[in-house]
């Protein structure tokens, strides 16, 4: 009894120094992730769980592409080409952490989209871009695109809170280089953490956060200003070649 009471001590010891060491490939979970609610948002193979903006499917310039979703850029900005366009969720998160990496193409631009909504329009109901709902973490070489040097203090450049609150520390690795980013949203409280620092930290529906937007390029956006307490998590086709991956999501 005392020798199968050691060795269950040992099989016990082994198992939690395997947890603690366990090692994962790009876009897979440890066991211990999966156990605190992670959720992978892309596996490395398949895009099952995204969708075009205001589409059924996944715009063509979108592609899976060794072990990353890649969008193929236009060359032609936000005017984009017509197999282009922003992609989405399939579902709507409320609150949650959003864990991915990104780089950029040299002069790229994109961004990450939360709390998005849909608006598509119809022949007679104009649609609306999903900027016009969504607040936006930047993505962004800031050493040769020119949205670095606009807005103030450099509220255009990665992970600031898009043309509203600049990341400080800037600490966005170039152009070409994976960056890591967690973002938290919870209860209307909103923090862009880049590459392991808080960079960005705001809260949502607040006096402070509506006269912030009042003062800004989104004063006349009610759908911006009133943020909605649900909605989708959205990449940008802003025109430019940028890579995604180990894309995951817990909700809190």
């Excluded at 897979?28 to 589409?55: H, I, N, P």
């Excluded at 930047?138 to 695109?145: G, P, Y």
């Excluded at 992970?159 to 152009?175: E, K, M, R």
């Excluded at 607040?206 to 989104?218: G, I, L, P, V, Y």
């Amino acid at each position: 009894m005392k020798q199968i009471t050691r060795l269950a001590a040992f099989s016990a010891l082994v198992i939690l120094i395997s947890s603690c060491t366990e090692k994962v490939g790009p876009n897979q979970l440890t066991s211990k992730e999966k156990a605190d609610g992670w959720v992978l948002l892309f596996d490395g193979q398949s895009m099952d769980q995204w969708r075009g903006y205001c589409k059924d499917a996944v715009p063509g310039a979108w592609m899976v592409d060794d072990g990353t979703i890649h969008i193929q850029g236009s060359g032609r900005g936000e005017a984009g080409a017509n197999n282009g366009g922003d992609i989405i969720t399939m579902k709507k998160y409320r609150n949650f952490e959003l864990s991915l990496e990104w780089k950029i193409s040299e002069g790229g631009n994109s961004g990450i989209f939360y709390l998005a909504q849909e608006k598509c329009g119809n022949d007679s109901v104009p649609g609306a871009p999903i900027y016009e709902s969504s607040p936006e973490m930047q993505v962004l070489d800031n050493d040769r695109h020119p949205d670095a040097k606009l807005g103030k203090d450099g509220n255009r450049k990665a992970g600031s809170l898009y043309d509203l609150i600049p990341a400080v520390p800037q600490n966005a690795n170039p152009a070409g280089e994976w960056n890591k980013v967690l973002i938290t949203v919870y209860k209307g409280t909103v923090i862009h953490n880049q590459n392991g620092e808080n960079v960005v930290e705001y809260h949502l529906w607040t006096d402070d956060w509506k006269a912030m937007c009042a003062d800004s390029k989104f004063a006349d956006w009610p759908d911006f200003i009133n943020t909605a307490e649900e909605g989708y998590i959205g990449l940008q086709d802003h025109g430019d070649d940028a890579w995604f991956r180990n894309i995951r999501i817990r909700e809190l």
